[in-house]
């Protein structure tokens, strides 16, 4: 079994990435494979809505969006982290993340995710609840850990000795690991996922 984890910091070794290492090296000790994908620098354009993609199965822009689209299908887990900008994920993960979900329950249904955030001081919990909505909205398992999911500093340095920060990361990825293997056990057993009715849309004028 295989998890994602999608950096969307402009800092490829920064702060962020620290956490994911963290989460990283413990999955690894509890035999899971997993990739810290970082989605660069370059712009990224947000959705317009024009639903090509659901016809080609990828994003017209040809870019960092349609190289985790095809990651994505064959991994089991996924963890998204992202600085604090204004309270909020990064604009460029935002961004990301519009493009990547929209219209791909399939691509994301019950997998186990979960969002980290990396911030100086405040708008941590903001940024977190963001990013958590992507995965209410197509039925995925959200992994919790000890705390919020978050790490405090301005370097790599300062992130590490967030003791109690590091702790949750470890914490999170143990019970990603927890979940993946509870899911493969119902697997092997049997046990399918749960009965889906068609979507119903509610339109208000």
Known sequence: MKVLLVNGSPHQYGCTYTALKEISDTLSKCNLESEIFWIGTEPIAGCIG???CLKTGKCFRNDIVNDFIEKAASVDGFVFGSPVHFASSSGALTSFMDRAFYGRRNLFEYKPACAIVSCRRGGATAAFDQINKYFSMN???????????????????EVKKDLEGMQTMRTLANNMAWLLNSIDIAKKTGLDYPKKEQPLKTNFI
């Open 50 to 52: 024009c639903s090509a």
């Open 139 to 157: 039925s995925m398992f959200i992994v919790t850990s000890q705390y919020w999911n978050q790490v405090h500093g301005t370097t790599p340095d």
